[in-house]
């Protein structure tokens, strides 16, 4: 029984490793562009969650297309994340050290284009999560307010310039940091279609997140991959738990050497952010 264990847990472990991970964060990426299009026709950023639910009332199958939208962009970031921890895994990036550090960048640059997603919802989430957003902008020194002018300045603006950003500037920084990646792999549609299946299964199913103002709660949490920077912001210092934390595995990625134990010891470290990300994650999860 053991000997049989061991057998499928290795050919579960080699599915894992040798999985084209990158391929289905593509196809992730090309529902997420169509459905997007479709809803910024619909979308109003001056009446952002007024906007949004009156898509899901009024535009046919609105609701289909916003859950479509949600789901595709979280299953990007999620395969993109396996896709980065195999190649790290297999150490098969093997290219020039300004194409891995463009690559790299590609990470923050989705991060932050999910980010601005819930932004621009408008509901309790939304407005939480630019509330923090604005805050660590201003706790960077020097160019904290100009910054923030450029990014957020909710309170002027309102989600103006956090809607440019999102359906033209990250969009924009993306496709530059993995342009030259995509031209040289390409993902076909009819080789992922049971991941196309269930991601249309599960925006016809499960209803994206919305909710109004959550009255008499003292706490309210933002997107999952935002909770562990929340809960060091209870903290700790808002520039360390805002703008130092979150850098370091951006720099050990880009700073990754190829081969030998300064490469193992960056990985260890990597590991170790992991970790103690989740734990503050799971901490930040206890108060809702």
């Not at 916003?66 to 290219?95: E, G, I, N, P």
């Not at 991060?111 to 660590?136: H, P």
């Not at 957020?152 to 603006?157: E, H, K």
């Not at 016809?204 to 929340?230: D, M, S």
């Amino acid at each position: 029984m053991f000997e049989v264990m061991c057998a499928y847990s290795q050919r579960l472990v080699a599915l894992l490793r040798d999985h084209r991970w990158g391929g289905t964060a593509l196809i992730s990426l090309y529902l997420s562009i169509v459905s997007g299009i479709v809803l910024a026709l619909h979308y109003d950023f001056k009446e952002a969650f007024y906007s949004l639910t009156t898509i899901e009332l009024i535009v046919p199958y609105g609701a289909f297309w916003r859950s479509l939208h949600y789901y595709s962009s979280q299953l990007f970031l999620l395969l993109s994340l396996l896709h980065l921890s195999t190649v790290l895994w297999k150490k098969s990036a093997d290219m020039k050290r300004s194409a891995w550090v463009r690559l790299c960048l590609s990470l923050p640059a989705a991060i932050l284009l999910l980010f601005t997603g819930y932004v621009l919802r408008g509901d309790a989430t939304g407005e939480a999560a630019g509330m923090i957003a604005e805050r660590i902008c201003l706790s960077i020194p020097l160019i904290g307010d100009a910054l923030n002018a450029l990014l957020f300045d909710l309170g002027a603006s309102g989600v103006r310039k956090v809607y440019v950003h999102h359906v033209i500037g990250l969009v924009v920084l993306g496709g530059i940091t993995v342009w030259p990646h995509l031209r040289k792999y390409r993902a076909a549609m009819h080789n992922h279609l049971l991941l196309i299946l269930i991601t249309l299964a599960l925006a016809a199913i499960l209803h994206a997140p919305i909710e109004a103002g959550r009255f008499g709660l003292l706490f309210i949490a933002g997107p999952w991959f935002f909770l562990g920077l929340q809960e060091l912001l209870r903290t700790l210092p808002t520039f360390v738990a805002g703008v130092l934390i979150p850098l370091m595995p951006v720099v050990l990625l880009c700073a990754l050497p190829r081969h030998g134990r300064q490469r193992n010891l960056s990985l260890l470290l990597l590991i170790l952010w992991l970790f103690a990300y989740g734990w503050f994650s799971w901490l930040c999860l206890q108060r809702i």
